[in-house]
Structure formats: C-alpha cells, structure tokens
Nanobody
Framework: QVQLVESGGGLVQAGDSLRLSCAASGRTFRTYVMGWFRQAPGKEREFVAAITWSHGDTHYAASVEGRFTISRDTKNTVYLQMNSLKSEDTAVYYC????????????????WGQGTQVTVSS
C-alpha cells in the first residue's frame, strides 16, 4: 500500500502561482512514476504532469507545458509548481502513483490521494 497526502490548493487570481505538494509513504519502493491529474466539474479526469521516480524524467500535458513544473525531493515528496494560472486550470488536483511505465493514463495508476481544490478566478 502507498499513502498519498496532497496539500497546497487554494483560491487565486488568474496569473498567480501555486505550489502543490504530495507526500508519499508506505511501499513506495514499487513506484515507477508519480503523476498529477485534475478533474473539473462535469469533465473527465485528465493528465497534468508526471515524473519517473528513478531518473526524474518529466512529462506534461500540452495545456500546462511551460507553465507547470513537476519535481521531487529525496523524501518521497512530489511538487507541482503552477505559474501563470488560468481560469481553465480550476479543478480538483490529484496525486497518483503507478508501478507501470504508462504515464498519461489514469487507469495505470494504483494509488491516489484525496485531492486538493485549485480555484482560479478571472
């Protein structure tokens, strides 16, 4: 089992920045990739960004490329730095862990956090 706890969401204005954190604990040695997904009301959950645990390779959705940065530290915490936020970034953001090499598909992830709300007002 892997436990994930997200933090850092909130209400900001368009153009502002936020940093989300996701602390992982438990059987993290099986982790291949940690990712961030988001889900807006009435929409499907979508991929945002991911980082491979061993090499730190990063992957981004086209909609956030150049504005968001995913990173990790040595203590099993992953961060999502979100700059130049737009109203369309409003969603619940979820951290997830996958033991597989599939990066952008939500069904490939076995463990999920509880989610943190990000609201961007225009």
């Amino acid at each position: 089992q892997v436990q994930l706890v997200e933090s850092g969401g909130g209400l900001v204005q368009a153009g502002d920045s936020l940093r989300l954190s996701c602390a992982a604990s438990g059987r993290t040695f099986r982790t291949y990739v940690m990712g961030w997904f988001r889900q807006a009301p009435g929409k499907e959950r979508e991929f945002v960004a991911a980082i491979t645990w061993s090499h730190g390779d990063t992957h981004y959705a086209a909609s956030v490329e150049g504005r968001f940065t995913i990173s990790r530290d040595t203590k099993n915490t992953v961060y999502l730095q979100m700059n130049s936020l737009k109203s369309e970034d409003t969603a619940v953001y979820y951290c997830a862990v996958s033991p597989r090499g599939v990066i952008k598909v939500a069904s490939a992830y076995d463990y999920w956090g509880q989610g943190t709300q990000v609201t961007v007002s225009s």
